[in-house]
């Protein structure tokens, strides 16, 4: 069973992809609100892949996507983003991200992204 580290400061955001995830058989390793915590965590849990949020506190999505990278290159990060943050986007997937899911999730895009990137 495939693990995500879900990584979003909105609670209900973090709750939404835990629920589409979990329905789809996929193990929750952990959730994180701040990049910060999201490369401590992808350090502890080492999990199959990521759901990163791009504006967060701390740390955004796109700093802790850099680092994640540098220390694990194979690392799996589907970025999500609210609509209107196309650029930041493209900085993510030229970065490394895999993938991008948009605000407000909806589960069958979600899940094509995780199958794509899970391959």
Do not use: W, Y
């Amino acid at each position: 069973m495939a693990s995500v580290l879900i990584v979003d400061d909105a609670s209900f955001m973090r709750m939404m992809i835990k629920d589409i995830l979990t329905k789809n058989d996929f193990d929750i390793a952990g959730e994180a609100a701040n990049g910060q915590e999201a490369v401590d965590l992808f350090n502890e849990t080492q999990p199959d892949l990521v759901t990163m949020d791009i504006t967060m506190p701390e740390k955004d999505g796109i700093a802790a996507l850099k680092e994640i990278l540098q220390q694990h290159p194979g690392a799996k990060v589907i970025m999500c983003s609210a609509m209107g943050q196309q650029s930041m986007v493209i900085d993510a997937i030229q970065a490394g991200a895999k993938d991008f899911i948009v605000k407000p999730f909806q589960a069958d895009r979600v899940m094509d992204a995780v199958q794509k990137v899970m391959g």
